[in-house]
């Protein structure tokens, strides 16, 4: 099982504030992806990545995959209280099975 | 269309006891799989089940049973619960993609169990 670490594990910034959460890993991926989780709810996916230096976009979210396929960032422009929440990165094994990182919890003060 | 659906939402039990939490999704999903999140650890995967009729052990699986009843059902039993076991359990599900990949998985809102 390849362990994915995520940083920082805890974010409080104010509203407008710009911030990145990061996914490391010793092991390459074959694809990673990023969810988000609401108190009380299931994660959702975000987004999914798959080629080494590819970035993607989604409002004011961007999501990085490295060029070695072993780390991936998430940088939010601009937050706002709305992007509170768990933010979990998760990469695919062997046998379609998802392992997921412990997660960073964003804080959006207003 | 609900998604993934599990019951029940929160369940305490004593130690030794029983339960079954149940799931069902609605979107003709071949894949579950049920999780559970503990704080700092993120999701780790108990079971999943690539098809009706199969089931297969991931990373936690000890102390856990599944039955993958038909196609929309996956059920989670804890024969003899331990305070370990205290938890948040989500099910999710996946269609299966040529190639045998898998596609998005959908969670369910999950099931708080505590075990005193």
């Known amino acids: 099982t390849q362990l994915l670490e995520q940083s920082p594990q805890f974010l409080s910034i104010q509203e407008g504030e710009n911030l990145t959460v990061y996914c490391n890993s010793s092991?390459?991926?074959?694809?990673l992806q990023w969810y988000r989780q609401e108190p009380g709810e299931g994660p959702v996916l975000l987004v999914t990545?798959?080629?080494?230096?590819e970035v993607k976009k989604l409002k004011r979210l961007t999501f990085q995959f490295g060029d070695a396929r072993k780390d991936s960032s998430l940088h939010i422009t601009a937050a706002q209280p709305g992007d509170t929440g768990l933010y979990l990165c998760?990469?695919?094994?062997?046998?379609?099975?998802?392992?997921f990182g412990a997660g960073t919890i964003l804080r959006v003060k207003s | 269309n609900a998604g993934v659906t599990q019951t029940p939402k929160f369940q305490v039990l004593k130690t030794g006891q029983s339960m079954t939490l149940q799931c069902a999704q609605d979107?003709?999903?071949?894949?579950m799989y049920w999780y559970r999140q503990d704080p700092g650890m993120g999701l780790r995967l108990i079971y999943y089940s690539a098809s009706e009729g199969t089931t297969d052990k991931g990373e936690v699986p000890n102390g856990y049973n599944v039955s993958r009843l038909n196609k929309r059902e996956f059920s989670l039993r804890l024969e003899s619960a331990a305070p370990s076991q205290t938890s948040v359990y989500f099910c999710?599900?996946?269609?299966?993609?040529?190639?045998?990949?898998?596609?998005?998985?959908?969670f369910g809102p999950g099931t708080r169990l505590t075990v005193l």
């Open positions: 092991s390459v991926f074959s694809s």
């Open positions: 998760a990469a695919m094994e062997y046998g379609n099975k998802l392992v």
């Open positions: 990545v798959v080629t080494g230096g």
């Open positions: 979107m003709n999903h071949n894949s």
């Open positions: 999710a599900s996946s269609r299966t993609l040529a190639g045998g990949r898998t596609d998005t998985q959908y």
